[in-house]
């Protein structure tokens, strides 16, 4: 099942910088995505998400994109700092309530 | 705030066992979920329930799988004869209203 894809494993920046992780999807049916961040054994932590009718979503440092017509959405961390360091899901749902489709992950290094 | 917790954080069982993982959602949250995650691999999508009933499950939910709300505040997930390939982190969500689900922190199960 390959819906969802997070083509890059890993992603190293310098802390102040930007962060950018990118995800592409498949299914046209999506309407919904969401962005989890998630700590070695924790839980996925809701960071943001976008609505299809949307473009563009901003949430203090946390900003996500989405580009419908490349089925392709990215997460802009702005300034990156260290404790950002974890593995990020993108995530997509093609109903309210529905289940979450996630991709594999990318593992965010901030380096001091 | 409000969070999902998890009961144990560590399961160790036998092949051919029975399990039961344990959940309490977030109080006023209507849709609940279970999902998996084997080691190396992806988040699935397990099953989730609503108004005391399974509304949507995956493949992977056979007839060994079974959920529960058995009072008002417990969601439960069985494993009737665990096999080998159950072992993962499963990890509970909930959500009031929308498409943002929260997480618990995960039940690690090692079936030996």
């Known amino acids: 099942d390959q819906q969802v894809k997070q083509n890059s494993p890993s992603l190293s920046v310098q802390e102040g910088r930007i962060s950018i992780l990118n995800c592409d999807y498949t299914n046209s049916m999506f309407d919904y995505f969401l962005w989890y961040k998630k700590y070695p054994a924790e839980g996925p932590t809701f960071l943001i998400s976008?609505?299809?009718?949307?473009d563009k979503n901003e949430d203090g440092r946390f900003t996500v994109f989405l580009n419908k017509s490349a089925k392709h959405l990215s997460l802009h961390i702005v300034p990156s700092q260290p404790g950002d360091s974890a593995v990020y899901f993108c995530?997509?749902?093609?109903?309210?309530?529905?289940?979450?489709?996630f991709g594999q992950g990318t593992i965010l290094t901030v380096h001091p | 705030e409000p969070e999902v917790t998890q009961t144990p954080s560590h399961q160790v069982t036998q092949m051919g066992q029975e399990v039961i993982l344990r959940c309490v959602p977030i109080s006023n949250h209507l849709y609940f979920y279970w999902y998996r995650q084997i080691l190396g691999q992806k988040v699935e999508f397990l099953v989730s329930?609503?108004?005391?009933?399974?509304?949507?499950k995956s493949e992977i939910f056979d007839d060994q799988f079974s959920v529960e709300r058995p009072d008002g505040s417990n969601f439960t997930l069985k494993i009737r004869s665990t096999k080998l390939e159950d072992s993962a982190m499963y990890f509970c969500a909930s959500t009031p209203d929308s498409y943002e689900q929260y997480f618990g922190p995960g039940t690690r199960l090692t079936v030996t």
């Open positions: 995530a997509a749902s093609g109903t309210s309530y529905g289940k979450l489709t």
């Open positions: 976008i609505s299809s009718i949307k």
């Open positions: 329930f609503y108004n005391n009933e399974i509304s949507e």
